[in-house]
């Protein structure tokens, strides 16, 4: 009995070793995508996002009354476009476009009024 349990042993542990390296085979390239995604956020994306979430802004809506300007509305975001992000950070519009897509994948910003605004949570 004592023959076969050793023996069961050593092939669990052989099925398990396979087993282990296969997922692991598996598994790699996935941690590998991931860490590529995180750098190529850190390193070209998050400056734009944050391009986008700075934004522009309207001035307040104004009205005269009495003889003197009173606030009637609040500031509202200005779209910014893809010309004017690439020239805040200093780059092409080709790579400002890429990281804007893949901004947009992430549900990070939309596109509205033909223009990048951070999406509204």
């Known amino acids: 009995m004592w023959h076969f349990l050793h023996s069961t042993w050593g092939l669990v542990l052989v099925c398990g070793g396979v087993f282990a390296t296969i997922l692991g085979a ?3 390239p996935l941690k590998m995508l991931e860490a590529w995604n995180q750098y190529v956020y850190i390193f070209r994306d998050k400056a734009v996002f944050e ?4 934004g522009k802004w309207s001035a307040p809506l104004r009205m005269r009354m009495g003889g003197r300007d009173e606030v009637i509305g609040q500031p509202s975001r200005i ?7 690439a020239v ?3 780059r092409g519009e080709d790579s400002v476009g890429h990281s804007l897509e893949r901004l947009k ?10 223009g990048w605004m951070p999406t509204e949570h």
């Open 105 to 114: 994948s992430a549900k990070k910003i939309c596109n509205k009024l033909a």
């Open 51 to 54: 391009a986008v979430d700075r």
């Open 26 to 28: 598996i598994l790699r």
């Open 79 to 85: 779209p910014l476009t893809t010309k004017e992000i």
């Open 88 to 90: 805040q950070l200093g």
